[in-house]
Each structure stands twice: as structure tokens, then as C-alpha cells.
């Protein structure tokens, strides 16, 4: 092994996936597969007997899951990498990986070399966190804990993305029309746009949308 070698550990209870990530991990200059386990158990013996520069391991295993593997290694070291991959890639999981200490999360979709790329920068930074749509899943938990959309404007928000104008949302909801445009000034305000079509962008983005239907943005 030549100096700057990255070590890598690889952990997932399905032989094709392991054996894979082997072949692709094998395949780059500066990294060298070390150890290779199914289970957190056996991760954990592998992790100790190899001494890892970075784990790459599945979210879920027989005996618990990828982020015991976190905890447990950062409990004993902040310079290793721990990059999560996962079939379920959701704001929950997200953030279970993020506070429990890994560097990366990666959906097992993404290209093989994707999952490289993660493991390169958890070695050079291991607690720093990286995750595709990072930004919008604390976006969207922002909004949550503060409550900064109540029931009632998100209502509208949806309206709004349906195309409906004021005159409209205000007849589906029973209300006043000024009523419902102080209801959307005030979803501007909260999302920090100026206009309809720039609150449906943000809104989009933050995932408190997923479409958006042929609206009138003036």
C-alpha cells in the first residue's frame, strides 16, 4: 500500500452490493478495500482489527443499522469518514445520520461514482456532513419547528400553485377576498418572496410543494 492510501471499510449484508463496491473501490488509485463485513457486529470487529481510514456501510442491516455503526466509531475516533448508503433517503434519515456523526449520506441509486466521490471527501473531512438536498430537508425542518406556515396558509400556498387567483381562493375558502390576500401577503413574508411565481419557486425548492399547476405567476 503506497502512503496516502485511503483504507476503506465496506459493510453491507447483501454479497452482490458488497462485492461490487469492492470491484469499484479496487478500481481507484488511492483507495484500498480493507475489510468487508454484513452485519454491524462484524463491522464493528473489522473497524477495530483494521483501523479504517473510511466505513462505507448500509443504512439497514440484520442486527441494527448503519448509524450504530456511526455512533459507535466516532464515539472512538473523529478522523474517520462514515459514509451512509441508503435505499431510503428521507429528511428522517437524513438527519439521524447527520447528528449521530457521519460524513456523508448517499442514495443507493446515485452512479458508483458517487459513492467514491463521498468517500474521498470523508476522508479528507470527516465530520462534515454532505447530502444530496441537504439544504432543503433543513429548510423544510425550519419551517416545521417554527411553524412559520399555519394550516390555512399552506391551504392557500396550494391554491396559489393551482392557479387560482385571490378572487378564487377567497370564494373555496368562504372567506373575504382582502382576507385572503392578507393570508398570502403573509406567506411571501414568511418564505421571503415578493411575488406569487418567487414564492412557488422557494416553496418548491423547500419541498413544501411537489407541483406546481399551470398558475398565473403575476
Sequence with gaps: M???????????DHDLVRDGLKGVFGMQPDMQVVGAAGSVAEALDA??????????????L??????????????????TGLVILTMHYGDQQMFAAMEAGASAMVGKDVPSTDVVRAARQASISPR???AAGLVQALTRRTLRESGRLTDRETEILHLLADGLGLGEIAARLYVSRSTAKT?????????????R???????????????VGSADFN
Excluded at 62 to 79: A, E, F, K, L
Excluded at 197 to 211: D, E, H, K, N, V
Aim: hydrophobic share 40%; aromatic share 4%; proline share 3%.
Design 2 to 12: 503506497s502512503e496516502g492510501t485511503t483504507r476503506v471499510l465496506l459493510v453491507d
Design 47 to 60: 473497524y477495530a482489527e483494521h483501523r479504517p481510514d473510511v466505513v462505507v456501510t448500509d443504512l439497514q
Design 197 to 211: 411565481a418567487q414564492a412557488l419557486m422557494i416553496a418548491m425548492r423547500t419541498g413544501l410543494l411537489s407541483s
Design 128 to 130: 462534515s456532513f454532505a
Design 62 to 79: 440484520p442486527d441494527g443499522t448503519g448509524i450504530d455503526i456511526v455512533r459507535s466509531v466516532r464515539r472512538d475516533c473523529d478522523r
Design 183 to 195: 393570508h398570502t401577503a403573509r406567506i411571501y413574508q414568511k418564505l421571503g418572496a415578493t411575488n
